[in-house]
C-alpha cells in the first residue's frame, strides 16, 4: 500500500502563486507515476499535471505555462508550483500515485481558492 498526504492549499489572490507538496509513504518503490488531479465545484475531476519516473511530465492545456510537477525521489515528494492562479483553478487538489498511471493510490485532497 501507498500512502499520500497533501500539503499547501488555502486562499490567494488572482495572479499570485502556491506550492502544493505531496509526501509519499509506504511501498513507494511500486511507483512509476505520480500526479496531481482537480476537481471543481460541479465538474468533473480531470488530471492537472502527471510526472513519470524518467522525469517526464504532463499537463492540462488549461495549465501549461503557469504549473509545474516535479519530483524529489530522496523526500518521497511530489510539487505543484502553481504561478498566474486564475479563479478558475479553484477546486480540490488530489494527488495520486501508480504503477503505469497515477490513479491507483489518492490522498485526501486539499482545497486551492483564488479569489477575484
Known amino acids: 500500500q501507498v500512502q499520500l498526504v497533501e500539503f499547501g492549499g488555502g486562499l490567494v489572490q488572482v495572479g499570485g502563486s502556491l506550492r502544493l507538496s505531496c509526501a509519499a509513504s509506504g511501498s513507494i518503490f511500486i511507483i512509476n507515476a505520480m500526479g496531481w488531479y482537480r476537481q471543481a465545484p460541479g465538474k468533473q475531476r480531470e488530471l492537472a499535471a502527471a510526472i513519470i519516473s524518467g522525469g517526464s511530465t504532463n499537463y492540462a492545456d488549461s495549465v501549461k505555462g503557469r504549473f509545474t510537477i516535479s519530483r524529489d525521489n530522496a523526500k518521497d515528494t511530489v510539487y505543484l508550483q502553481m504561478n498566474s492562479l486564475k479563479p478558475e483553478d479553484t477546486a480540490v487538489y488530489y494527488c495520486?500515485?501508480?504503477?503505469?498511471?497515477?490513479?491507483?493510490?489518492w490522498g485526501k485532497g486539499t482545497l486551492v481558492t483564488v479569489s477575484s
Open positions: 495520486a500515485a501508480g504503477i503505469l498511471s497515477p490513479r491507483d493510490y
